[in-house]
């Protein structure tokens, strides 16, 4: 488990883009576990924003994404609504 004053808190990150990624990143930061809900496909919007590792774009090379989602955990939700 992670250190730091943050330690016992368990963080849901439902944002979307910058504010919220930078957000909970300085919480993963201070030592809470920071869970990333993305939705399916595309993933967060700041997956397709450039520079790219390598220099081609991949949803998994994003230096933005990489710098605001760091050390924290991520998963995908697909939501059905019955329709």
């Known amino acids: 488990m992670a250190e730091g004053a943050l330690s016992d808190l368990l963080v849901l990150d439902l944002s979307e883009s910058i504010a919220g990624g930078f957000c909970t990143r300085f919480l993963a930061g201070c030592g809470a576990e920071v ?16 520079p790219f590792q390598g220099g081609e774009p991949h949803l998994e090379k994003g ?16 939501y059905n609504d019955g329709r």
């Not at 869970?35 to 450039?50: F, N, Q, Y």
């Not at 230096?63 to 697909?78: D, M, N, P, Q």
């Open 63 to 78: 230096a933005l994404h990489h710098f605001l989602h760091g050390g924290k955990k991520s998963i995908t939700v697909r």
């Open 35 to 50: 869970i990333k809900v993305e939705p399916p496909g595309t993933g967060d919007p700041t997956r397709g924003v450039p």
